[in-house]
């Protein structure tokens, strides 16, 4: 079974960091891609970052380069590192890869950034 574990959140004063981590089981790691997306409640998740198998990143245009994702190979984890939080930035974030033609998420980890 595809099993993946947030861990990280909390709260946060605007202006500063937290790390996110996905931790997995179940699957292939170092062969996997691997997403972080966030949602606000009542509104749509959205994309915020991507890790491929061997290390491309890409973010969506928000992040600013206040994020970097990551990947530890030898743990079967992947990171979020947030700098610079702004209370836009409050949403519950989920880790998502893909195995097998079949997508899974992990249950999310809340993040609030007051202002």
């Known amino acids: 079974q595809v099993h993946l574990v947030e861990s990280g959140g909390g709260l946060v004063q605007s202006g500063g960091a937290l790390r996110l981590s996905c931790a997995t089981s179940?699957?292939?790691?170092?062969?996997?891609?691997m997403n972080w997306y966030r949602q606000v409640p009542g509104k749509q998740r959205e994309f915020v970052a991507r890790?491929?198998?061997?290390?491309?990143?890409s973010y969506a245009g928000f992040v600013k380069g206040r994020f970097t994702i990551s990947r530890d190979n030898t743990r079967n984890t992947a990171q979020l590192q947030m700098n610079l939080l702004e209370p836009e930035d409050t949403a519950v974030y989920y880790c998502n890869t893909n195995s097998k033609g079949r997508g899974f998420w992990g249950r999310g980890t809340l993040v609030t950034v007051s202002s």
């Open positions: 179940g699957i292939r790691f170092s062969l996997a891609h």
């Open positions: 890790i491929t198998s061997n290390g491309t990143t």
